[in-house]
């Protein structure tokens, strides 16, 4: 059935219909980056919560926003040919209309005309930390704006030797990713036994590909995750500090796995244990980071 005939679903999230009004204000078709700087400017300029944003290879990115348009594709609202992505509309039964009073003058009318690496430049230039691993900025940019994106980079240089703790509880990936750039964090160690999770971005195989893409290395250390099985019954805070006694007592079986983290911290000096839950506490992560707190006296941090 032609997609001009057939009834399209109403996309769940509010962020997904978002995104075809933002396509269907601009009538264009646009390739992935130019859609992504784009975006970006239009979602900062008006402090909107739809996406974040990551420093990425080509600039700015949403790693949702991305994954929104392939699932926006599958549904039939928006098409990409040539490499090139576009709201296609639909039989108009339902009508993607979402408010943008209070947002000042029309969607193009708020976004710079230019497009490709003009467009690209455009955005380094006013904003330049998310130009820090870009692939393109040294063709495209004059000595002022590499210059500008130098001294952003010497902002997270710090080498201290730390070993953080960071949960995935309540943020985006893009949170995620940018409070491990902010804190020049080398090498995340995922201390979950097993690294699924339900939450966008943060499975094993997709973790580890974004993390690669901003030069921080993935390793996974499953001797020191909890299982699933023990994770039943917490009710309280007693039934937390009940596991966590039994977990900390068990550390000394996994001496191997502990070795790997401060051998590690040692030759990379900024670490991150990662787990899901925001709160330390509520982690055993804090344990780990308390035995090494205690028995190699390293400086840590709970980001």
């Known amino acids: 059935m032609n997609i001009e005939t057939r009834r399209l679903t109403k996309p769940v999230y509010k962020r997904q219909q978002f995104l075809l009004a933002f396509l269907k204000e601009l009538n264009e078709p646009l390739t992935a980056t130019d859609f992504q700087k784009l975006l970006f400017l239009y979602i900062t300029k008006n402090n909107l919560s739809y996406y974040d944003f990551v420093p990425y290879l080509y600039g700015s990115f949403s790693i949702q926003a991305g994954e929104d348009i392939s699932t926006l594709?599958?549904?039939?609202?928006?098409?990409?040919?040539?490499?090139?992505?576009?709201?296609?509309?639909?039989?108009?039964?339902?009508?993607?209309?979402?408010?943008?009073?209070?947002?000042?003058?029309?969607?193009?009318?708020?976004?710079?005309?230019?497009?490709?690496?003009?467009?690209?430049?455009?955005?380094?230039?006013?904003?330049?930390?998310?130009?820090?691993?870009?692939?393109?900025?040294?063709?495209?940019?004059?000595?002022?704006?590499?210059?500008?994106?130098?001294?952003?980079?010497?902002?997270?240089?710090?080498?201290?030797?730390?070993?953080?703790?960071?949960?995935?509880?309540?943020?985006?990936?893009?949170?995620?990713?940018?409070?491990?750039?902010?804190?020049?964090?080398?090498?995340?160690?995922?201390?979950?036994?097993?690294?699924?999770?339900?939450?966008?971005?943060?499975?094993?195989?997709?973790?580890?590909?974004?993390?690669g893409n901003i030069g921080i290395e993935y390793v996974h250390i499953p001797e020191l995750g909890i299982t699933s099985d023990k994770r039943q019954c917490l009710n309280n805070d007693e039934d937390f500090q009940n596991l966590f006694s039994e977990y900390s007592m068990s550390l000394s079986n996994h001496k191997e796995a502990i070795n790997q983290i401060y051998q590690l911290l040692q030759t990379k000096n900024r670490i991150a244990l990662t787990c899901f839950e925001h709160d330390p506490s509520h982690c055993h992560r804090y344990i780990i980071r308390d035995h090494f707190k205690k028995t190699y006296k390293v400086e840590t941090a709970d980001l």
Do not use: H
């Not at 108009?92 to 000042?104: A, M, R, S, Y």
């Not at 040294?138 to 902002?155: F, P, S």
């Open 73 to 211: 594709q599958a549904m039939g609202w928006v098409k990409i040919k040539n490499g090139k992505t576009q709201y296609t509309g639909g039989d108009g039964k339902f009508v993607i209309n979402l408010p943008f009073d209070g947002l000042g003058s029309s969607i193009s009318e708020q976004l710079p005309k230019v497009r490709g690496n003009r467009l690209v430049r455009f955005v380094y230039e006013q904003y330049p930390y998310y130009a820090i691993f870009s692939r393109t900025a040294e063709n495209i940019m004059d000595a002022d704006g590499l210059a500008k994106i130098k001294a952003v980079k010497e902002l997270f240089n710090n080498t201290q030797q730390t070993l953080f703790t960071i949960g995935y509880e309540g943020i985006t990936i893009e949170q995620y990713l940018n409070v491990l750039i902010m804190n020049n964090v080398c090498v995340l160690c995922d201390v979950r036994n097993n690294p699924l999770s339900r939450k966008f971005g943060f499975s094993k195989n997709n973790l580890s590909k974004y993390l």
